[in-house]
């Protein structure tokens, strides 16, 4: 039987990185023999971190906000107040464009560009109502599925919620004729309401 030499450098390399974990440097246990000193300084960092993170969300929080006590739809309640629904009668592209300011602008945009103040930090980024040769293709149906059950009904992002429960089957509706105007190039196939 032959016997097979292994080089004398990787010896002690191997025994080096199978020793290295055991007194705490590696990955599992580098913090295990820091000094004071320096586990003081990644503390700071940590906290640091954190503190940048609480802001950036903090900016975006405030954002969102802004959006929404800028929509003409934006109200408070003081407690006992009762609530008053508007209700739509029928499809129009007036209800469309009230409804699409409310709830829809603030991601994708009031030109549809997918462009909203709370798209920034949205990925994937939100549908550009905007862009005809994309929006064009799709058929009411499509677009009715999307708004009523959101995104993932459609293995697209969850991020895009459903309205079915909040908006009735008029105000969608209403809603994909006024999508419907802000394609480009135009959209010039049948829109729910028609005749």
């Not at 709830?103 to 980024?125: M, Y």
């Not at 919620?161 to 419907?180: C, H, K, T, Y």
Request: proline share 6%; aromatic share 4%; charged share 20%.
């Amino acid at each position: 039987m032959e016997s097979t030499r292994v080089p004398s450098a990787v010896v002690p390399a191997l025994l080096l990185s199978l020793l290295l974990p055991l007194f705490g440097c590696g990955a599992d246990g580098s913090e295990r023999f820091e000094s004071d000193e320096t586990r003081a300084i990644r503390e700071k960092v940590r906290a640091e971190m954190a503190d940048e993170r609480l802001e950036r969300i903090g900016l975006r929080m405030a954002t969102m906000n802004e959006s929404l006590a800028n929509s003409p739809n934006a109200f408070a309640l003081s407690a006992g107040e009762a609530v008053e629904e508007e209700v739509t009668a029928g499809i129009s592209l007036e209800s469309g464009e009230s409804i699409y300011t409310a709830n829809c602008s603030s991601c994708h945009g009031p030109r549809g560009e997918g462009d909203g103040p709370l798209s920034a930090g949205l990925q994937p980024r939100p549908a550009k109502h905007a862009d005809g040769s994309y929006m064009n293709a799709l058929s009411n149906d499509h677009l009715y599925k999307v708004i009523s059950e959101g995104g993932a009904a459609i293995g697209k992002s969850a991020m895009m919620a459903p309205w079915g429960m909040s908006l009735s089957e008029d105000e969608i509706n209403s809603l994909i004729v006024f999508i419907r105007t802000l394609a480009s190039p135009g959209y010039d196939g049948p829109v729910p309401g028609e005749s």
